[in-house]
C-alpha cells in the first residue's frame, strides 16, 4: 500500500465525510447523507479507513440478511440446511476515495469485513454484497465471491472458507 498506513474503526460523529470522493456518485451521496441515518436506525454499522489518524480514505457497511435457498446455486444449496432462507452478513457498500485508488485499500478492507463477519458470534452462513457494476462484480470474483445464478451482480462467499484462512 506505498507506505501509507490506514487504521480500520467504527464511523463517528467527529469524522468528516464532506471530502470524501469516490468518483461513484451514488456512494459518495450515500456516505455523506444517509449513512448516519441507517447508522443510528441500526440497520447499518459503517467502518471507516482513517489516514494520518482522521482522513476518511475508505469505507464499507455491513448489515444482517438472507439468503434465499432457491437463489444459491444448485451444489451449493445442496451442502446447506434445507430452511427457506439462510443467515449472512451484507456489505451493502465499499468505496475507495479517489486519492487512495491503486494502493490496495479495496482488498484490506473486503478482508477486514469478511473477518468481522466469520468471527461474529450471530451465525451467518455468507458475505453477501451488490455489486455496483460488472467492475465492481469482477472485483468480488476475484476475491472468490460467487455469483447467484439469478444476479450476476450479487455475490456472496461462505464464511467458512474465511475460517479455514485465518
Known amino acids: 500500500m506505498s507506505g501509507a498506513r490506514f487504521r480500520i474503526v467504527l464511523l463517528d460523529t467527529t469524522h468528516d465525510r464532506s471530502t470524501f470522493r469516490s468518483g461513484a456518485e451514488p456512494l459518495d451521496r450515500y456516505f455523506q ?10 440497520v447499518t454499522t459503517c467502518f471507516v479507513a482513517l489516514h494520518q489518524e ?15 435457498l432457491s437463489d444459491l446455486p444448485a451444489s451449493i444449496g445442496k451442502k446447506v440446511p434445507r430452511y427457506p432462507a439462510i443467515p449472512a452478513v451484507r456489505m451493502g457498500r465499499l468505496a475507495v476515495d479517489t486519492a487512495f485508488k491503486g494502493q490496495g485499500l479495496g482488498g484490506a478492507l473486503l ?10 458470534e ?4 455468507a458475505l453477501v454484497v451488490d455489486a455496483l457494476d460488472e467492475s465492481a462484480a469482477a472485483f468480488y470474483r476475484h476475491h472468490g465471491f460467487i455469483a447467484l445464478p439469478s444476479a450476476s451482480l450479487t455475490l456472496f462467499l461462505p464464511l467458512s472458507v474465511c475460517k479455514t484462512l485465518g
Open 33 to 42: 447523507q444517509q449513512v448516519t441515518q441507517d447508522v443510528h436506525r441500526r
Open 54 to 68: 482522521s482522513r476518511i480514505a475508505a469505507y464499507y457497511t455491513l448489515a444482517s440478511a438472507t439468503i434465499l
Open 111 to 120: 478482508g477486514d469485513a469478511l473477518a468481522r463477519a466469520a468471527r461474529a
Open 122 to 125: 450471530i451465525a451467518a452462513y
